[in-house]
């Protein structure tokens, strides 16, 4: 494999550099990705264990800080802080007008949104990666047919010894590129389905949280 690498031409050389480029970047992100969103859906199941648990929303908050990897703990913070000042200095046992569900409605989701644009950042680069490394690859393939038939042209024999190496050249180009964009197609399409669920989560608690304070205040 070293051998073809360093026996290419500079265009072929160029194609691999940028596909293993691409194909290391790839596993850096498929890694970190796995490790975030294992550890969302892991602390997002205990913060929920202890919501429910729990009587009062203050001590909740106070906890909420232990689950810095949960994205449903952060909407929830978002949601008791919008909650907080919208009862500061009143009752909080009294009436929470309409324009104060609403406040705290737009509060959950734009903490979803925000958590949610966290969860996805990077993930597009497996998809960009997984749509056009097979086409770098393949351009790479075409330069080394291009190559052997240009040999054949100005030696006038077709023997494997004279278009050998080209072909050669261009079918690790292709295989290279298969092997950056398979992982990638596996890896985004997982990460994606990991991602629905935590923000199907998301808005669910958030649902449910707006129905406890309206229960509570209205």
Not at 27 to 42: D, E, G, H
Not at 58 to 81: M, T
Not at 171 to 188: F, N
């Amino acid at each position: 494999m070293i051998a073809l690498f360093l026996e290419a031409d500079l265009i072929v050389q160029f194609v691999l550099f940028v596909l293993v480029g691409m194909s290391v970047a790839c596993w850096v992100i498929i890694i970190n990705k796995a490790m975030l969103l294992r550890s969302a859906a892991r602390q997002s199941k205990e913060f929920l264990d202890l919501f429910w648990a729990s009587r009062r929303l203050d001590q909740v908050y106070e906890q909420a800080g232990n689950f810095s990897q949960s994205p449903i703990a952060s909407v929830f913070k978002s949601g008791y802080v919008e909650l907080h000042k919208l009862t500061t200095g009143g009752d909080t046992k009294g009436q929470m007008d309409l324009g104060g569900i609403d406040n705290l409605t737009r509060s959950l989701r734009r903490a979803s949104s925000v958590e949610l644009t966290a969860l996805e950042r990077l993930v597009p680069v497996l998809a960009t990666t997984g749509s056009t490394a097979p086409f770098i690859g393949l351009f790479g393939t075409v330069w080394g047919i291009l190559r052997a038939f240009q040999k054949i042209g100005e030696t006038g024999s077709a023997s494997i010894q004279v278009v050998g190496p080209d072909i050669a050249h261009a079918l690790i180009a292709t295989a290279v590129g298969l092997a950056a964009a398979i992982p990638a197609v596996i890896a985004y399409n997982y990460f994606v389905t990991r991602i629905k669920v935590l923000a199907s989560e998301m808005e669910n608690f958030s649902s449910d949280f707006l129905n406890i304070v309206k229960r509570h205040f209205r």
